[in-house]
């Protein structure tokens, strides 16, 4: 047994380094995440309430009035916005950030929102967003965080 422990010891103590991670190619996954943002706010302005879904994980988690934990309650919590008739909304990223590793990414920016209220007028909501990307192992990214702060009226 004290034989088997110290070979294993000593093979692991002169085993090949791993290889190097791969770098990032941190502007085209910029780029592309500058996009799935673009794209995630079309699914909104569209009400397409599948598409809209697809940028989500099981486990996403958003936070505005109230937070929503996971895919099943933030479509519920997001459905007037993907109604026709609804609330609108509209955002647009200006900053990505891409973590060293190449895994993850935010993306923030600035949305607004629109809703009539019952006296038929229309009240506007603006405000900034950050939304937090993962890469899944799949190889797509999804949201994993999404929060918004409205600007003072």
Do not use: N
């Not at 085209?28 to 079309?42: V, W």
């Not at 309430?49 to 697809?54: L, P, R």
């Not at 109230?66 to 900053?95: C, H, M, N, Y």
């Not at 909501?125 to 929060?147: A, N």
């Amino acid at each position: 047994m004290i034989l088997v422990l110290l070979l294993f010891g000593w093979s692991e103590a002169f085993a090949a380094p791993p290889p190097p991670a791969a770098t990032p190619d941190v502007p085209a996954i910029t780029r592309m995440i500058k996009k799935l943002d673009a794209d995630f706010c079309k699914a909104v302005v569209g009400r397409d309430a599948v598409h809209f879904a697809s940028f989500l994980t099981e486990d996403s988690v958003f936070r505005g009035v109230r937070p929503s934990v996971g895919k099943v309650a933030i479509q519920k919590d997001w459905a007037p916005f993907l109604t026709q008739g609804g609330p609108s909304l509209t955002w647009r990223p200006l900053e990505v950030f891409v973590y060293p590793e190449g895994d993850l990414a935010t993306s923030r920016g600035t949305f607004e929102s629109r809703r009539k209220g019952k006296d038929g007028k229309t009240s506007v909501v603006t405000g900034q967003y950050l939304t937090v990307w993962r890469k899944q192992p799949e190889g797509d990214w999804k949201i994993e965080y999404d929060s918004g702060t409205a600007d003072k009226q």
